[in-house]
């Protein structure tokens, strides 16, 4: 050990190939055993028709259908409207949350806890728990509303194809924005006091410290956030699989939902068209992305 | 006028929390009474409280082994995943060399990745090699999913310790592993914890992947065990009340004691 450790210490500052390889192996292999070759053998299926013992080269088939599948681009839309809602929700209501716990009110530490503990809990906990509060007959909701005489607008929220999306981007909503706003108030408490005194003492009112001061600063937190939420959306399974599974009239199917009901649940026990279902939702998701991050790096130079 | 405007903020902020919390506080009421309690009111409160219920549904099911089951997956793939992305973070916040910059990319764009693009082939591929449904294979799977995020956040880490110290650490005669497991690794344990605890949650947490690789009673996770006894108690809320508090307890008790560090964990990956 010791001559080993003497020779090397000679080539310190050259490449140690072998420590370099020694060190990377482990975490390369599982990438590559785990998540490269899964995905080219996904871009591979998408060009067959693959049954449990037979794979049949079908070429394109599989897309052109895809093109032509109408549940799919419903799915796609869904997940869509939930990935760009989610995070305006989330995000502001959590930096309002964030800005009155800045304000040093009383109790600020206990808030905090408190409202960061539904982001610790499963999807299925939750799906299961805020499919009684949306339940038609006795959930809370209804309740409350038959209780002030609004029985019109009493309604099963995850049945009514109108409502069950909505329903359960707010469920989402209720989950993550204690999480946002506990990073948000980090962020807060990391700005230098002087700026914001200085702020004051130009006679800088509440909006104006906000937009002016305040806003500019977390800037870079809050496009994370956005970032942050909107794949974490795209991605979304747990919530509606344990609700609705995709229900009513695929008001609530996501493309994840969509593609695991292909793969394990319809009786096609074909795995291409998934498969390709996969593939065109990764290179969408892919671009998504990227024209974000885009997007806000245009912004910060035009603003700067 | 000040103590106006701070009670009426106090009065929202406390809204806040019973819509936070109240969900909690609902499902922890009902786990004490019996169905029939609840069917009569929905609201109230248990009186006189059901005790016995968590011991009826615990015995009833299968908790004990979709407990174990999760812990057993989630525990060994936490470890590799931490020995294995600390020494990848390691080795690309310490050593320069060509691809250095593209290893990094190709291992953490991975982050945006659906799962869609992998999970289907993983369940043909663990088929394949016989490792469909057994725990072994869905924590490899863990493992795999996990990586990505736990370099991340390690590289960052790693890359602000001083390069001095490992200097020092070579003329006292260390090898590159013992400079790894022995200075950075001790250095970087506050990260690591971190990642842990981020690691922990998410895989405890996990559904899909295991939805997809697990169907065998024996080897079910707690999400699916939780799905499982919903499907078989149906209608009985009394009883999925219980059932969820059953999970639902464990995180509350340690969040409890860890408040700050587990807040601190979940939010690794989004602090700039």
Same mark, same amino acid.
């Given at each position: 050990?010791?001559?080993?450790?003497?020779?090397?210490?000679?080539?310190?500052?050259?490449?140690?190939?072998?420590?370099?390889?020694? @060190?990377?192996?482990?975490? $390369?292999?599982?990438?590559?055993?785990?998540?490269?070759? =899964?995905?080219?053998?996904?871009?591979?299926?998408?060009?067959?028709?693959?049954?449990?013992?037979?794979?049949?080269?079908?070429?394109?088939?599989?897309?052109?259908?895809?093109?032509?599948?109408?549940?799919?681009?419903?799915?796609?839309?869904? !997940?869509?409207?939930?990935?760009?809602?989610?995070?305006?929700?989330?995000? #502001?209501?959590?930096?309002?949350?964030?800005?009155?716990?800045?304000?040093?009110?009383?109790?600020?530490?206990?808030?905090?806890?408190?409202?960061? !503990? =539904?982001?610790?809990?499963?999807?299925?906990?939750?799906?299961?728990?805020?499919?009684?509060?949306?339940?038609?007959?006795?959930?809370?909701?209804?309740?409350?509303?038959?209780?002030?005489?609004?029985?019109?607008?009493?309604? =099963?929220?995850?049945?009514?194809?109108?409502?069950?999306?909505?329903?359960?981007?707010?469920?989402?909503?209720?989950m993550w924005v204690g999480f946002n706003m506990v990073v948000l108030l980090a962020a807060l408490h990391s700005l230098p006091r002087e700026v914001i005194e200085a702020a004051e003492l130009d006679n800088c009112g509440w909006g104006g410290k906000l937009v002016f001061v305040i806003l500019p600063m977390v800037r870079a937190t809050v496009l994370n956030l956005?970032?942050? #939420?909107?794949?974490?959306?795209?991605?979304? @399974?747990?919530?509606?699989?344990?609700?609705?599974?995709?229900?009513?009239?695929?008001?609530?199917?996501?493309? #994840?939902?969509?593609?695991?009901?292909?793969? @394990?649940?319809?009786?096609? @026990?074909?795995?291409?068209? =998934?498969?390709?279902?996969?593939?065109?939702?990764?290179?969408?998701?892919?671009?998504?992305?990227?024209? $974000?991050?885009?997007?806000?790096?245009?912004?910060?130079?035009?603003?700067? | 006028?000040?103590?106006?405007?701070?009670?009426?903020?106090?009065?929202?902020? &406390?809204g806040y929390t019973m819509f936070a919390a109240g969900p909690f506080v609902w499902v922890a009421m009902m786990s004490l009474r019996t169905t029939t309690e609840i069917h009569h009111d929905h609201f109230g409160f248990p009186d006189p409280a059901h005790w016995n219920k968590y011991p009826d549904a615990w015995f009833n099911s299968n908790y004990a082994t979709?407990?174990?089951?999760?812990?057993?997956?989630?525990?060994?793939?936490?470890?590799?995943?931490?020995?294995?992305?600390?020494?990848?973070?390691?080795?690309?916040?310490?050593?320069?060399?060509?691809?250095?910059?593209?290893?990094?990319?190709?291992?953490?764009? &991975?982050?945006?990745?659906?799962?869609?693009?992998?999970?289907?082939?993983?369940?043909?591929?663990?088929?394949?090699?016989?490792?469909? %449904?057994?725990?072994?294979?869905?924590?490899?799977?863990?493992?795999?999913?996990?990586?990505?995020?736990?370099?991340?956040?390690?590289?960052?880490?790693?890359?602000?310790?001083?390069?001095?110290?490992?200097?020092?650490?070579?003329?006292?005669?260390?090898?590159?592993?013992?400079?790894?497991?022995?200075?950075?690794?001790?250095?970087?344990?506050?990260?690591?914890?971190? &990642?842990?605890?981020? %690691?922990?949650?998410?895989?405890? %947490?996990?559904?899909?992947?295991?939805?997809?690789?697990?169907?065998?009673e024996a080897n079910r996770t707690l999400p699916l065990g939780i799905q499982r006894f919903i499907g078989d108690t149906q209608e009985d809320i009394g009883m999925i009340a219980t059932g969820l508090m059953i999970a639902i307890i464990p995180v509350i008790v340690i969040y409890a004691f860890f408040s700050e560090k587990l807040i601190q964990g979940m939010t690794?990956?989004?602090?700039?």
């Amino acid at each position: 050990m010791a001559g080993a450790a003497l020779a090397k210490r000679d080539d310190g500052l050259r490449r140690p190939w072998g420590t370099i390889s020694a @060190f990377l192996l482990p975490a $390369l292999a599982v990438y590559a055993a785990l998540t490269a070759y =899964p995905a080219f053998r996904t871009l591979w299926n998408s060009f067959h028709e693959v049954l449990p013992r037979r794979e049949t080269f079908i070429g394109l088939a599989n897309y052109a259908e895809l093109a032509r599948d109408e549940i799919y681009w419903k799915a796609v839309q869904n !997940t869509f409207v939930w990935a760009f809602a989610s995070p305006l929700i989330e995000v #502001s209501v959590a930096l309002l949350l964030a800005l009155a716990l800045y304000a040093k009110v009383p109790g600020a530490r206990f808030f905090r806890i408190a409202w960061f !503990t =539904p982001v610790l809990m499963s999807y299925i906990v939750v799906g299961i728990l805020w499919a009684w509060i949306y339940n038609y007959d006795w959930g809370p909701i209804n309740v409350a509303l038959r209780f002030v005489g609004l029985d019109s607008l009493a309604r =099963p929220w995850l049945g009514d194809p109108d409502t069950a999306l909505p329903a359960l981007i707010f469920v989402t909503s209720w989950m993550w924005v204690g999480f946002n706003m506990v990073v948000l108030l980090a962020a807060l408490h990391s700005l230098p006091r002087e700026v914001i005194e200085a702020a004051e003492l130009d006679n800088c009112g509440w909006g104006g410290k906000l937009v002016f001061v305040i806003l500019p600063m977390v800037r870079a937190t809050v496009l994370n956030l956005v970032i942050l #939420s909107f794949i974490g959306k795209m991605k979304i @399974f747990d919530l509606v699989w344990i609700t609705t599974k995709g229900n009513p009239l695929w008001s609530t199917e996501t493309v #994840s939902t969509y593609v695991y009901k292909r793969a @394990f649940e319809w009786t096609t @026990f074909d795995l291409g068209y =998934p498969s390709t279902i996969a593939t065109v939702w990764f290179v969408i998701v892919l671009a998504a992305v990227l024209v $974000l991050t885009r997007v806000f790096r245009l912004r910060e130079k035009l603003e700067y | 006028m000040a103590a106006l405007r701070k009670s009426i903020l106090l009065l929202l902020l &406390t809204g806040y929390t019973m819509f936070a919390a109240g969900p909690f506080v609902w499902v922890a009421m009902m786990s004490l009474r019996t169905t029939t309690e609840i069917h009569h009111d929905h609201f109230g409160f248990p009186d006189p409280a059901h005790w016995n219920k968590y011991p009826d549904a615990w015995f009833n099911s299968n908790y004990a082994t979709y407990f174990a089951n999760s812990t057993q997956i989630v525990v060994a793939a936490v470890i590799l995943v931490t020995l294995i992305g600390a020494m990848a973070a390691h080795c690309l916040a310490r050593y320069r060399f060509r691809l250095n910059r593209v290893i990094y990319f190709v291992l953490f764009s &991975t982050i945006i990745f659906p799962p869609q693009i992998t999970i289907i082939s993983l369940f043909q591929i663990l088929v394949q090699y016989g490792l469909y %449904n057994s725990k072994i294979g869905l924590m490899l799977v863990y493992v795999a999913i996990q990586l990505p995020l736990t370099i991340y956040i390690l590289e960052s880490f790693f890359a602000r310790i001083p390069s001095d110290l490992f200097d020092a650490a070579r003329m006292d005669g260390y090898s590159d592993w013992e400079i790894f497991w022995k200075v950075a690794f001790p250095i970087a344990l506050p990260a690591i914890t971190t &990642t842990v605890i981020l %690691n922990f949650i998410l895989l405890w %947490n996990e559904f899909l992947f295991a939805v997809v690789l697990i169907t065998e009673e024996a080897n079910r996770t707690l999400p699916l065990g939780i799905q499982r006894f919903i499907g078989d108690t149906q209608e009985d809320i009394g009883m999925i009340a219980t059932g969820l508090m059953i999970a639902i307890i464990p995180v509350i008790v340690i969040y409890a004691f860890f408040s700050e560090k587990l807040i601190q964990g979940m939010t690794a990956g989004a602090v700039k």
